[in-house]
């Protein structure tokens, strides 16, 4: 074996060893990456089962007010059970339309193109459209 083969053999080890060294710590970022986002998975997951919870126990709240306001204005305001609904279901649609209109207005605006893309993805397959 000549001495220019011998060096390019250990050129090409040396290329091996490093490619193979550059794979395992790609490998190391790859695990860490998953694990990072499997603990943000759970974190998440959580997080919106305790907004949901607090959403429950906000409706249920919201209705207990709405009752005790209720029979607020039948004794104060000496007012007929129909009327008292009445004016409570007013109030609601009056806050109602407003937080429509305002969130309506917050979810308009510029989306990247890979949004809408995923968007109308995401909606074809939900209503089974090709």
């Not at 970022?29 to 998953?34: D, G, K, M, T, W």
């Not at 997080?47 to 204005?73: C, D, K, Q």
């Not at 809408?116 to 909606?123: A, D, Y």
Request: charged letters at 20%; hydrophobic letters at 50%; a positive charge.
């Amino acid at each position: 074996m000549s001495e220019s083969e011998s060096q390019r053999s250990r050129g090409l080890g040396a290329a091996a060893r490093v490619t193979a060294l550059a794979s395992s710590v790609m490998d190391l970022h790859v695990r860490i990456a998953l694990q990072e986002m499997d603990r943000e998975k759970r974190r998440l997951i959580s997080g919106g089962v305790f907004l949901a919870m607090g959403g429950g126990l906000m409706l249920f709240a919201l209705l207990a007010l709405e009752v005790a306001l209720v029979i607020s204005m039948q004794k104060v305001l000496d007012w007929q059970l129909e009327w008292s609904l009445l004016v409570v279901a007013l109030i609601n649609i009056t806050f109602a339309g407003v937080s429509l209109r305002v969130g309506g207005h917050l979810v308009k605006g510029p989306y990247l193109r890979e949004t809408l893309e995923g968007l109308s993805k995401t909606t074809k397959a939900v209503f089974g459209k090709s």
